[in-house]
């Protein structure tokens, strides 16, 4: 669905408090955009990997009812699968 986002305030956050550190649009091609100055070390951003796949398991388990130890694992193979054989062959 093009244009969709999270409604960060129906989520009660309030953004005030946080800095946005990571951004990903996926349409056609994927656009990242990541603010070294809010994670301040690559090790960090390895832990905030880890923790955004972790997230994304619950929610495929809640969206989806999928099986939250399952969709980690399938998570955990997709990227394995594109440490080996990257597709963004512009970012290596």
């Known amino acids: 669905m093009?244009?969709?986002h999270f409604d960060i305030d129906a989520l009660g956050i309030d953004r005030s408090a946080f800095d946005e550190a990571v951004r990903v649009l996926i349409a056609d091609g994927n656009v990242i955009v990541i603010d070294p100055?809010?994670?301040q070390?690559?090790?960090?951003?390895?832990?905030l990997c880890?923790?955004?796949m972790?997230?994304?398991a619950k929610g495929f388990a809640q969206q989806m009812g999928l099986d939250q130890?399952?969709?980690?694992?399938?998570?955990?193979a997709g990227f394995m699968a594109e440490l080996q054989n990257s597709?963004?062959?512009g970012a290596n």
């Open 69 to 76: 130890a399952e969709a980690f694992q399938a998570i955990i």
């Open 50 to 52: 880890v923790d955004i």
């Open 37 to 39: 100055e809010v994670i």
């Open 87 to 89: 597709t963004d062959h």
């Open 54 to 56: 972790k997230h994304g």
């Open 41 to 47: 070390e690559p090790f960090a951003l390895g832990m």
């Open 2 to 4: 093009p244009g969709r």
